[in-house]
């Protein structure tokens, strides 16, 4: 009965927060999914959280534990980047419950990036600006995050012939979901011709093609099946039937040379493997979005598309809402906030458990989260089901 199960979520406003501090928001998400879980502070004896980047901290698992009031046998703070830390982050607690090291873990993260980011970067945030080679890659420009994605972007539409309108109907199924959520930071709808005529930031890319920069946080709670079952627990348990995670690289020089070789596809064929499913079985699915080709890569590593139509799948209307496995129904990175990759996990785990609200797909029963850091530097997968 060591099986672990998500019991509890929460998740904070998201957008424009002035005045909150990172530990605030984390606190306040940590607060919500103990609460939805039904259970008291007292009861959490894990903690595992990521630093904020806005302004970076030592230790920030232990301090979030005292700003807390908990006392945990186990704290622990993890960043491998991106979307994919969040998964790395529930996992972990997965494999915490199942040795029996602890009884109820809580997973958060949250930041302020939007509005508490100092007047000059410091950090997380400086380490993000610098992410390539000092020596052979940054002198010739290849900085930040955008920069890279749009190399690779550039690169998948040479090879596979997919067009900007197609990227655009990334961006446009994304705000359509973020329509129908009402913790979405962008709720106004977005059109191709704006899209399309959005200001440019990295060719291909424009404005809607890069992920938001927000405030917020989310957290949730784990445990085993068998506490679970012993306690008066307000809501359906999550189960999670298998991970998986793959690493090949951290500067862009060195990325597989195919796309087909990225970390994407071994994390996502290990977590099928472990969860004994497979792409027929998915009724849900969130997927990294920083940047418009993240999801088309997504999709495709999935396998709801063969690779390389990814783009063809999405004009096709298959990420849109009433799709036969909708993608990133929150809004995703791209229109509902940036907030890691703790609210992808959120939002699925919402969807199998069934009160995800006027979003929800009917019938989800099994969903799929694949998260992604660096520049397609590793990846990770999480299947989930109702329990």
């Given amino acids: 009965m060591f099986d672990p199960v998500i019991i509890g979520l929460g998740e904070t406003q998201v957008g424009s927060l002035p005045g909150y501090t990172q530990w605030e928001i984390q606190a306040e998400a940590a ?137 655009g109907a990334v961006a446009v199924a994304a705000r359509n979901h973020a329509l129908r959520n009402p913790n979405a930071q962008m709720r106004t709808p977005l059109t191709m011709d704006e899209y399309l005529n959005a200001p440019p930031t990295a060719s291909p890319f424009g404005r809607w093609d890069c992920s938001l920069v927000s405030d917020g946080g989310g957290a949730i709670v784990l445990t085993t099946r068998g506490y679970a079952a012993n306690r008066s627990l307000k809501q359906t348990p999550v189960h999670i039937l298998g991970c998986g995670s793959q690493t090949t690289h951290k500067n862009i020089s060195q990325i597989p040379p195919e796309f087909g070789e990225l970390p994407l596809k071994p994390a996502v064929a290990a977590a099928y493997a472990r ?63 940036h907030v890691g990759g703790i609210l992808h996990v959120v939002e699925v785990a919402r969807q199998v458990r069934g009160d995800a609200g006027e979003r929800q797909v009917r019938d989800a029963r099994i969903g799929a989260v694949l998260g992604n850091g660096g520049v397609y530097s590793v990846a990770a997968c999480m299947l989930l089901a109702r329990g």
């Fill in 31 to 167: 607060r919500r999914a103990v609460r939805d879980a039904g259970l008291e502070k007292g009861d959490v004896d894990g903690l595992i959280n990521s630093p904020p980047y806005s302004r970076p901290h030592q230790m920030f698992s232990l301090e979030m534990s005292e700003y807390l009031g908990l006392r945990p046998k186990i704290s622990l703070t993890m960043d491998i980047g991106g979307t994919a830390t969040a998964l790395t982050m529930v996992e972990t607690a997965s494999l915490l419950l199942k040795e029996g090291r602890c009884s109820v873990v809580v997973v958060v993260f949250g930041d302020n990036m939007r509005t508490g980011r100092p007047p000059r970067m410091q950090g997380n945030v400086r380490m993000a600006a610098r992410r390539g080679s000092e020596e052979w890659e940054e002198p010739f420009g290849i900085v930040g995050m955008v920069i890279p994605y749009a190399m690779m972007a550039n690169r998948y539409m040479h090879l596979y012939g997919a067009t900007k309108q197609q990227l």
């Fill in 275 to 337: 969860s004994g499913m497979s792409v027929k079985d998915l009724d849900v699915a969130s997927v990294h979005d920083a940047f418009t080709l993240s999801t088309l890569l997504g999709v495709e590593a999935l396998g709801l598309c063969e690779q390389g139509k990814g783009g063809e799948f999405a004009a096709a209307g298959n990420l849109e809402p009433g799709a036969a496995v909708p993608i990133n129904t929150h809004g995703g990175l791209l229109s509902q906030a």
